[in-house]
């Protein structure tokens, strides 16, 4: 059983749509996703630097368009179950057929836009924790006032909130933990995102939904989705709302999944796959030249 995934909002590197849009069909196809949604798509994966792609009114769509952009390229249609972590949920609710890839985008944009103006109002942030015991993690994480903004699995926590607050973390973490602030400019995933959700969901109320044709399972709990509105809802309020991966995970392994694709800008995802869950087999499509052998990897797990 196949599983297609769509990473999130850190994933992001300079230049990473170059080698894509060498093909002359994804660079017409990415230039009109530019046009629909008015913002140049081309030039922020490919010349933009790292400050201006970290904008999380940049780096949003961008994610989003890379990875729908992968997906195309891979022509991959008969999987099993489709999800994405935090913004990539956009990703895969495109994938399943809950919504459009043009309505994804125009989503992802005002998502962007509207968590952007969020973040600008307090100075926070991220940083994942890396090891040390979960209960003693999110006893820390309490303590300082900050949120376990995403449970990520593989001995992954991500702390969100008050910078000050972060870097005492960094400075005392938890036994057996490092701490690695996150490249993203808010405290994404808690009530500092608030403000986002009541625009957010007046845009989608007016995006039509369709029945998914194969089930998306959601970062609020783990759950197998089947209901297109249901999901937009669900990614909606998730804007505010913890991530739970580690759960999505836990549904993989449930549901009999044996193989899983992570769409470009990909990495992440895999290596956390690979510690909660290595008994299932994982690709990164990271790159156009790695489409054969992902296509290969799909064959396998039909």
Not at 132 to 139: F, H, I, Q, Y
Not at 185 to 190: D, N, W, Y
Not at 263 to 285: D, H, M, N, Q
Request: aromatic content about 4%; glycine content about 8%; some cysteine.
């Amino acid at each position: 059983m196949l599983a297609i995934i769509a990473p999130g909002q850190g994933s992001q590197t300079p230049g990473m749509l170059t080698a894509w849009i060498a093909d002359p069909a994804l660079e017409k196809l990415l230039a009109q996703w530019s046009s629909d949604i008015d913002l140049d798509l081309v030039r922020l994966g490919t010349t933009a630097d790292a400050d201006e792609i970290k904008d999380t009114a940049n780096a949003q769509p961008l994610i989003v368009a890379t990875s729908l952009l992968a997906a195309h390229a891979l022509g991959v249609k008969d999987f099993s179950v489709t999800s994405g972590h935090s913004v990539g949920e956009l990703t895969a609710a495109a994938l399943c057929g809950a919504i459009s890839n043009r309505d994804a985008l125009k989503l992802v944009r005002a998502r962007g836009i509207e968590m952007a103006k969020a973040a600008a109002q307090s100075p926070a942030g991220m940083s994942a924790i890396l090891g040390g015991e979960r209960s003693e993690v999110l006893a820390a994480i309490k303590s300082l006032g900050l949120v376990a903004a995403n449970e990520n699995g593989g001995g992954q926590i991500v702390a969100a909130g008050d910078l000050r607050a972060l870097t005492t973390l960094a400075t005392n973490p938890p036994a057996g933990a490092r701490v690695r602030a996150l490249p993203v400019a808010g405290a994404f995933h808690t009530s500092y995102m608030s403000s986002a959700i009541t625009p957010l969901d007046a845009l989608a109320s007016s995006i039509a939904t369709s029945t998914p044709s194969l089930p998306f399972i959601s970062n609020k709990d783990g759950v197998a989705v089947t209901d297109g509105s249901d999901i937009v809802a669900r990614i909606v309020n998730q804007i505010a709302n913890p991530v739970r991966w580690d759960l999505c995970m836990d549904t993989f392994k449930t549901m009999g999944v044996t193989g899983v694709i992570e769409l470009a800008p990909a990495g992440t995802l895999v290596g956390l796959l690979k510690r909660a869950a290595p008994e299932i087999e994982s690709f990164a499509l990271k790159s156009a030249t790695d489409l054969d052998s992902a296509r290969e990897f799909a064959g396998r797990h039909r």
